[in-house]
């Protein structure tokens, strides 16, 4: 039966309907081992603005369920446009929507505001990474650096608590006082030891043990050099090779990706310039039980992958109905 209306849920409804931290590691864990085999996700299809440094892109992606009828797939599409330029206006520089279709008849069921979608799930992607790959250390707190202030820079600070309890947090932006004000609320934050501010991101990533760039995208690339690090650090790139240098990569014990293909797609369009194919994916990491190497880095690359978005949005959902939060909206 079609129905009447399609549950439209704010970046409000979003935010209140969010799973809690643990529920969404689990998420995400869920969603990479389903890159292998259960999901048909094609690289990224995109558009180029005029604003300097835009882009639009489509991510659709369909998740196999169990019934053989597939009443319990999951299909849809997340919708995301950039415009680095805006944050010299004091504007957002990424919006994003999540648009759900009815697996059996692919009418619209739901629309949702994709931003806290992105920041969450991407974060809890990255943890993933962090809960399987961190550097082991006795004797003193792990050391963290966080390149990058902005919403994903803040939706890690409660996922680097979760995993490593006690962290020493280093945090750079190029605002200083954003970088401040996201110290500030880090150590409110439980599980984080320490929280502060610091002048130049080498010295957010000096000695560090982890270390997340999310630095937003630009025309400077590859900055982050071998000697910025630490012999043994995890590495967790969230905004492509804004900072990481392809050396860095090319070096490492182990460097995966979280989806091989649009790796490889974007490498060929010139993202990636001079890094090597990776060893493996996060998903195969987890599937094939894939160890830490005993000596060297590990550098872990996200592209960011709609299906991720898409399992979310279906958590989200459930949540909303049953809390009575959205918007019906009519055909």
């Known amino acids: 039966m079609l129905r009447p209306t399609i549950l439209y849920l704010t970046a409000a409804d979003v935010r209140a309907a969010m799973p809690p931290l643990a529920e969404r590691l689990r998420l995400a864990e869920r969603t990479m081992v389903a890159l292998g085999g259960e999901a048909e996700l094609p690289p990224k299809i995109g558009v180029h603005p005029r604003a300097h440094d835009s882009f639009g892109h489509a991510m659709p992606a369909h998740l196999r369920g169990r019934r053989p009828d597939g009443a319990?797939?999951?299909?849809?599409?997340?919708?995301?446009?950039?415009?680095?330029?805006n944050s010299a206006n004091h504007l957002p520089t990424i919006f994003a929507t999540v648009i759900v279709n009815d697996p059996?008849?692919?009418?619209?069921?739901?629309?949702?505001?994709g931003g806290p979608i992105t920041a969450e799930r991407t974060a809890a992607i990255s943890g993933v990474v962090i809960g399987r790959?961190?550097?082991?250390?006795?004797?003193?707190?792990?050391r963290a650096g966080l390149i990058g202030a902005g919403v994903q820079g803040h939706s890690h600070v409660p996922v680097l608590g979760h995993l490593l309890p006690g962290v020493d947090l280093a945090i750079y932006d190029r605002s200083d006082a954003r970088a401040e004000e996201l110290a500030a609320y880090?150590?409110?934050?439980?599980?984080?030891?320490?929280?502060?501010?610091?002048?130049?991101?080498?010295?957010?990533?000096?000695?560090?043990d982890v270390v997340v760039t999310a630095a937003a995208f630009g025309p400077v690339r590859q900055v982050m050099t071998d000697d910025w690090l630490a012999p043994d650090a995890l590495v967790v790139a969230v905004d492509y090779a804004?900072?990481?240098?392809?050396?860095?990569?090319r070096?490492?014990?182990?460097?995966?990706?979280d989806e091989r293909e649009q790796f490889l797609a974007n490498r060929a369009a010139g993202l990636f310039e001079g890094y090597p194919d990776p060893a493996t994916t996060f998903g195969e990491a987890i599937v094939d039980a894939v160890e830490r190497p005993a000596a060297g880095r590990v550098v872990a690359t996200h592209l960011g992958v709609g299906l991720a978005d898409l399992i979310f949005a279906d958590a989200i959902i459930r949540a909303a109905e049953a809390a009575g939060l959205g918007h019906e909206l009519p055909r």
């Open 72 to 85: 319990d797939d999951l299909v849809g599409l997340k919708w995301v446009v950039g415009y680095p330029g």
């Open 104 to 113: 059996t008849t692919g009418i619209p069921t739901a629309i949702l505001d």
């Open 133 to 142: 790959f961190a550097p082991r250390v006795s004797g003193r707190a792990i």
């Open 186 to 208: 880090a150590r409110g934050v439980e599980g984080i030891g320490r929280a502060r501010a610091v002048a130049d991101s080498q010295s957010a990533a000096r000695d560090a």
């Open 242 to 249: 804004t900072y990481v240098n392809a050396e860095v990569a």
């Open 251 to 257: 070096e490492a014990g182990l460097f995966l990706v």
